[in-house]
């Protein structure tokens, strides 16, 4: 009994062995190497030939793009870039690819290579500079699906030109977009669609320093050459400029510059150092804030809004400082007048004295006879005195309105253009703003395409 026991258990053992256990599993990443050799082996698969069109059809194949905006990095007003970086996606059909996944084990097979499998030829049509990132592997992969599909997904940086309209600078909007063409198939070999369902997605808290993305548009840009017509997809992204970042650095501090070319009109007309340096420093600071944001923009042949907006601060700058130069020279008219005024009386009294028609009259004998007046009244004498009263009824001053007689209790002219400018300087400037905004908050235009 003892040698049936010990087989029995020699049995139970190699039975049980786990090596035994691990036979009926399949190792699946093994397959996986067997299906690759198989479907891309050494004269099975040919990456020159294109896959057939729809339904193995001699049609053009269908390539269907969709793009992840992973950030926005810089929107340069000066060259009209702007950098992007992007997930790009391409999904195809490869009957020639098609494998068995053995009930479902084998979800797909991954690539790193691209040129092991055929590839469209599309290109970015507005780049200007771009590259790869290879950090720490190169960020790409092709994933091959068992009915054939492909999938090639890569991430790239680009630097894209984005022609501008600067017309409403720094009140626009800007257009800029992203087009990618086939370089060497034409539409009768491949054509290039925009993924159903979400095309374009862009990641959450996009953070732009000067501009906010608005919305984005997809659209076909086909094009035709003289060696056929050739597929083309774009996207258009809508910016809007944020207008705080202007409102603090350029239009609050042109107003404070013309708001202190004012102070001038308030200081005395004698203060000549005070005013004309106060003049010229105010005017030589705006003239610096106008070349700065020049420097920042490109030399359009157009006028921008914030030209219209700089040369008109700059010229009630220096009108300030003209009117200095009129109330100067006006000044300098009261002082010559008041010279004259002080030597007319002397003389006059002069003259007074020594001819008064209203005094006694003198016989030739020297002895005086007063004027004596006629006891009767000549009617020709009656006239007169009615011409007379008429005379001096016309010749009385007229009233005075009120802007006048406010006007004379200054009593030199130099006083009154100072006075008047106190008021004529803030209420231009004000309708200057009114007008200005209500022009460019409200007008609408497209920007650059």
């Not at 092991?116 to 950090?135: C, Q, S, T, Y």
């Not at 042949?301 to 700058?317: E, H, N, P, Q, R």
């Amino acid at each position: 009994m003892w040698p049936g026991a010990f087989s029995l258990l020699v049995l139970l053992a190699v039975l049980l062995h786990p090596s035994r256990c691990t036979q009926g599993k399949v190792n699946f990443r093994e397959k996986e190497k067997q299906v690759l050799d198989n479907i891309l082996g050494p004269g099975r698969y040919d990456a020159r030939i294109r896959p057939s069109g729809e339904n193995g059809t001699d049609g053009p194949t269908n390539v269907k793009v969709n793009i992840f905006l992973r950030s926005i990095s810089k929107i340069d007003d000066y060259n009209m870039e702007y950098s992007v970086q992007l997930t790009f996606r391409e999904q195809w059909l490869d009957e020639r690819l098609r494998f068995n996944d053995f009930g479902g084990r084998l979800k797909y097979l991954t690539l790193t290579e691209a040129n092991r499998v055929w590839m469209p030829d599309l290109f970015f049509a507005n780049e200007k500079e771009g590259h790869f990132h290879n950090i720490i592997m190169p960020n790409v992969y092709i994933r091959i699906f068992p009915d054939g599909f492909v999938l090639y997904s890569i991430r790239i940086s680009l630097t894209l030109s984005c022609p501008m309209n600067l017309k409403l600078y720094p009140l626009d909007r800007q257009i800029c977009s992203l087009r990618m063409a086939s370089y060497g198939w034409t539409t009768a070999d491949l054509v290039f669609l925009w993924k159903e369902g979400d095309p374009v997605q862009v990641v959450k808290n996009l953070h732009l320093p000067r501009f906010t993305l608005e919305k984005f548009l997809t659209d076909y840009c086909n094009s035709k050459t003289n060696t056929g017509e050739y597929s083309c997809l774009k996207v258009d992204l809508l910016f809007k400029r944020e207008f705080s970042y202007y409102l603090i650095q350029i239009y609050i501090p042109c107003c404070m510059l013309v708001i202190v070319s004012w102070v001038s009109f308030w200081l005395d007309q004698s203060a000549v150092p005070a005013r004309v340096s106060l003049g010229v420093t105010t005017l030589l600071t705006m003239a610096t804030q106008t070349s700065g944001i020049n420097a920042s923009l490109p030399p359009v042949s157009y006028t921008k809004a914030i030209d219209v907006w700089t040369g008109v601060c700059l010229t009630f700058v220096f009108g300030a400082l003209l009117e200095f130069a009129l109330v100067n020279y006006a000044s300098r008219s009261d002082m010559h007048s008041d010279n004259i005024k002080k030597q007319f009386p002397a003389s006059e009294m002069e003259h007074s004295s020594s001819i008064d028609p209203s005094s006694e009259l003198l016989e030739p004998d020297g002895s005086a006879s007063f004027a004596m007046k006629p006891l009767v009244r000549h009617p020709e004498d009656s006239m007169s005195m009615e011409k007379l009263r008429q005379c001096e009824i016309h010749m009385q001053p007229r009233k005075k309105n009120c802007c006048r007689s406010w006007l004379s209790k200054f009593p030199t002219r130099s006083k009154r253009i100072d006075v008047i400018s106190r008021i004529f300087f803030p209420i231009v400037f004000a309708f200057f703003n009114l007008t200005y905004w209500s022009t460019y908050l409200f007008r609408e235009e497209e920007g650059g395409e």
